[in-house]
């Protein structure tokens, strides 16, 4: 059972910047896929952004504004969020799977989520 916990949420102007974290409980945290969805109010959970041994994938609305990444050493997967925008704002999950997609359902862990909202 991994265990995964964001954190790095919070309220920001539009154009501003937020880092979100996720650590993972698993040793075997390298193995994974690790990827980031939102869910906005009313809304569908949505891919954001994925990191394995493939490389790094993005919904085209954040291509250019954020940044995943990950540190095998401490178990850590980073969003890098920058030129924020009011449609942004949205609960963040981090998730894990051993398989290669970007599809809610793809995913076997989740994180409780992190809310990110950016004012206009």
């Known amino acids: 059972q991994v265990q995964l916990v964001e954190s790095g949420g919070g309220l920001v102007q539009a154009g501003g910047s937020l880092r979100l974290s996720c650590a993972a409980s698993?040793?075997?945290?390298?193995?994974?896929?690790m990827a980031w969805f939102r869910q906005a109010p009313g809304k569908e959970r949505e891919f954001v952004a994925s990191?394995?041994?493939?490389?790094?994938t993005y919904v085209d609305s954040v291509k250019g504004r954020f940044t995943i990444s990950r540190d095998n050493a401490k178990n850590t997967v980073y969003l890098q969020m920058n030129s924020l925008k009011p449609e942004d704002t949205a609960v963040y999950y981090c998730?894990?799977?051993?398989?290669?997609?970007?599809?809610?359902?793809?995913?076997?862990?989740w994180g409780q989520g992190t809310q990110v909202t950016v004012s206009s």
């Open positions: 998730a894990a799977t051993r398989k290669v997609d970007t599809v809610v359902a793809a995913y076997d862990y």
């Open positions: 990191i394995n041994w493939v490389g790094n």
């Open positions: 698993e040793r075997t945290f390298s193995t994974y896929t």
